[in-house]
């Protein structure tokens, strides 16, 4: 009886051990998609007038002290055509920005098309109306839908906004393989600042 008392009580100490455990691993996991509340404050950031680039608009952009090897000087070209430009601030921060006239259902229809991509697991940290800011797991294999080359999970982050100025719709959003984290929400702000030069 001794014998038996002692084994049940092990196995009660060792399931309450793995039972922590398993607790702990799940809220390390969720505590990747935490809330983010982008800051007012744009104490690293630098405002850049594009108009000399064909958009009546400022952006605020990370500057030197945003600790993400940021340029003091942005570059911006036009890429492919005279209505998408590409703004690089250093070698880790690469917007994307694209004319769309007068359709303003950008974010939305970005979202059902995020909702077809199987592969991916989609969990969103901001949702709002004009402006996404996602995190992308790569499926894994063994899972439903995944793909046979897939044999690791891959995380990465990304954004996706809607600006109206002066009449005309842009698209902003993060190159297609997304950043870290912290990159992301930098670029969330740069979004969120963009502004036709009459409100500067």
Same mark, same amino acid.
């Given at each position: ?6 084994? @049940? ?8 051990? $793995? ?16 809330? =983010? ?9 630098? #405002? ?11 952006? +605020? ?14 570059? &911006? ?19 994307? =920005?694209?004319?769309?006239?007068? &359709?303003? #259902? $950008? ?6 098309? $995020? @909702? ?8 969103? =940290?901001? #949702? #709002? *109306? ?18 046979? @080359?897939?044999?690791? *999970? ?28 912290? &990159?992301?929400?930098?670029? @969330?702000?740069? &979004? ?5 030069? +009459?409100?500067?």
């Amino acid at each position: 009886m001794k014998l038996i008392s002692l084994l @049940a009580t092990r196995t009660g100490i060792i399931a309450i051990v $793995l039972g922590g455990f398993l607790v702990s691993s799940c809220s390390s996991d969720s505590s990747d998609i935490e809330d =983010i509340e982008l800051s007012e404050e744009y104490y690293e950031f630098q #405002d850049f007038n594009l108009s000399d680039f064909e958009i009546d608009g400022f952006i +605020s952009l990370p500057d030197e002290t945003a600790n993400i090897g940021a340029s003091t000087t942005p570059e &911006i070209t036009h890429v492919q055509s005279d209505i998408k430009w590409e703004i690089k601030v250093g070698q880790n921060f690469t917007l994307l =920005i694209e004319d769309y006239a007068d &359709i303003n #259902d $950008l974010v939305s229809v970005e979202k059902k098309l $995020l @909702a077809e991509r199987t592969f991916y697991k989609i969990e969103y =940290i901001i #949702d #709002d *109306e004009d402006l996404i800011l996602y995190q992308r797991t790569l499926i894994v294999g063994g899972m439903e839908n995944a793909s046979k @080359a897939v044999g690791f *999970e891959h995380k990465s982050y990304h954004v996706y906004g809607q600006k109206r100025i002066n009449g005309i719709t842009y698209e902003l959003k993060s190159r297609p393989e997304g950043y870290e984290k912290m &990159i992301i929400e930098l670029m @969330a702000k740069s &979004i969120k600042s963009f502004k036709t030069t +009459s409100d500067s």
